[in-house]
């Protein structure tokens, strides 16, 4: 469990009783397949309150604000999940305190595609709804959209953009001014086009099709970024 969550439960348990608070979590977990099944829009209150056994009125007294806030409680909880185990590969792979060898950035690059990918397979009820999140943009109210990019994404995101800049700085890469772009760009040549060949996960893809694409994937990346002055170049 993310430490994120961790301090959600810890503040729970000494402001809701142990028996709602127990009702809560199983609301929302079995409400995490309905929603990777069904989607936010084709998801009726009537569908997540029999998954989880209880009434209509039941659901809504945990949850006033319905289907919404359900949805919202669920995706930011995997998001905070997804989001601590991606920065602790980053962080594990990429150290800004000690940078890569020339000779093994490539090597360490697919090293960091290959732990983002491995997430899709990790953490598959989260890939289920962000495939319906993308799906149904248009219907998903926009403070749970907010809610789940500030959860997950945008954390990732920033902490993956200090990353690379820390490669250029120290030499490595050349980032053209736009460490962000950069980022958008790895993450499209790598796990984001793993994510897109597996229908976010729901097909995945052989072991050596998904080497294949990552280690392409990081070649590509390198070719566009890889600075004058470091080995390879």
């Keep these: 469990m993310s430490s994120t969550n961790e301090a959600w439960l810890e503040r729970a348990r000494h402001e809701v009783p142990s028996r709602k608070l127990a009702k809560q979590i199983a609301i929302v977990g079995s409400a995490c397949g309905v929603f990777g099944r069904e989607g936010y829009a084709r998801a009726s209150v009537d569908s997540l309150a029999a998954a989880a056994g209880v009434s209509t009125r039941t659901l809504y007294n945990h949850f006033p604000g319905g289907k919404a806030l359900l949805f919202q409680t669920v995706v930011t909880w995997t998001a905070n999940e997804v989001r601590e185990a991606q920065l602790a590969k980053l962080r594990a792979l990429l150290d800004p305190e000690r940078l890569p060898h020339p000779d093994t950035l490539e090597r360490d690059l697919v090293a960091v595609a290959r732990s983002f990918a491995d997430l899709i397979t990790e953490y598959p009820d989260h890939f289920a709804l962000v495939r319906h999140i993308h799906a149904e943009v248009g219907h998903v109210p ?76 990081v070649a590509a990346f390198l070719r566009a970024y890889r600075s004058g002055g470091a080995a390879g170049a």
């Design 142 to 217: 926009a403070e749970v959209l907010t809610a789940w990019r500030e959860a997950g994404p945008a954390p990732v995101t920033d902490a993956f953009t200090a990353a690379l800049t820390a490669l250029a700085d120290g030499g490595l890469l050349d980032l053209h001014g736009d460490p962000a772009l950069a980022g958008v760009h790895f993450t499209s040549l790598t796990s984001g086009l793993i994510l897109q060949r597996s229908h976010y996960g729901v097909l995945p893809l052989p072991q050596a099709e998904t080497d294949r694409l990552l280690r392409g994937g």
